[in-house]
């Protein structure tokens, strides 16, 4: 689900002016404060410890309401659950219109009639065991934690995209098995599959199928550790919900993927295989909403071609996408990471110099022209003071 779209928020009736009875007006009681009257704090409030929301009733996942309520405005943290329930429901309501909302209620309750009549292949997929998993140089840098060990695992073949050896190759092999039986199982028994995107005919929604939980640790544990050194600007400390999918080219398959951004704050996409050759990404460069279709510098420049196992980790707002897959089959698995919190204060910006490329352009125009200006007028200034 797309979270980008806002829309304007329903004033209540104003109150009428009824009658009393021979005492003058009636007030009306003070107006409940709106969403419009209050604001998440841009920084989170890290001494608080959430409540837990797993029994609140939503369209969204409850681990999205704990994150929110760090970002509450002081006079909120007090309040009884049900009220920060309700003011966090008012905040999320925004980003989704009715239409939007109920579509996602019917594909929750798709995902729950899949998952009851799904039989999985390997269980074991379905729980996250790190060191069958990932590759040891990975994992030690995840454990270790803090920049340098990321630094020594991962290349930076141009700003803000990060490539490293990531799953071992007995996952992928078993990975493929699922996502392969599931595609024979839901062709047998002729049950609708919803595929990843608008832009991919083939593929699968891995959590349509049981690995919700599985991803969701995924990025808990192991994305957001990386993203919070690497991506805070873009939300990458927040993360807290997540979108993750198989994709398909080759031949009958899917070919190429169109220029586009993602749907996500961080993106992490992964070559599961097979034989393949071409399918290379290509970058071009960090836009915001505002600049999405600006022209690209030549810095800004990047192809990259896909390993088995390895990982490519960049911003949502990267704008790629993928040349022809030429011959065999590639598969990639990819968690789009989405952080509610980025989502709500990037609607109260609008200067993402910190991480626009064209922004950022802007903004070094400006002062140049700025300090173009002051000298111009110092020089006047001291001409006029010799005369």
Known sequence: MSLDGAVERREGSPAGNGNGNGNGPVMAPPARP???DRRLRLNPNTEHKPERYDDVQSEFDPAIFSSLERHLPPSMLEVPRDAKVQFMKEILARYLPEGERNRVQRHKEYRHKLMLAYQPLHKELYNLHPSAFFVPSF????????EESFRNILSEPSPGIYTFAMLQPSFCE???????????????VKFKIMRPNTMNKY???LDDFGLETMLNKLMEEFISPIARVFF???????LDSHHGFVVEYGKDKDVELGFHVDDSEVTLNVCLGKDFSGGE?????????????????PEEIL???HV???????????RHGARPTTSGHRINMLLWCRSSVFREMKKYQKDFSSWCGECQREKKERQRQSLAATKMAFLKGCGGSNI
């Open 203 to 205: 593929g699968a929604v």
């Open 281 to 297: 990404l290509f970058f071009r460069g960090v836009r915001c909403d505002k600049h999405v279709n600006t022209e690209t510098q």
């Open 303 to 305: 192809d990259y071609s």
């Open 139 to 146: 994992l030690k840098a995840v454990n270790d934690n803090p």
């Open 232 to 238: 805070p600007e873009v939300g990458g400390s927040t």
């Open 308 to 318: 088995p196992g390895q990982a490519v980790l960049h911003r949502g707002r990267h």
């Open 174 to 188: 078993l990975l493929l098995d699922e996502v392969e039986n599931f595609e024979k199982w839901v062709n047998a």
């Open 34 to 36: 709106t969403y419009g």
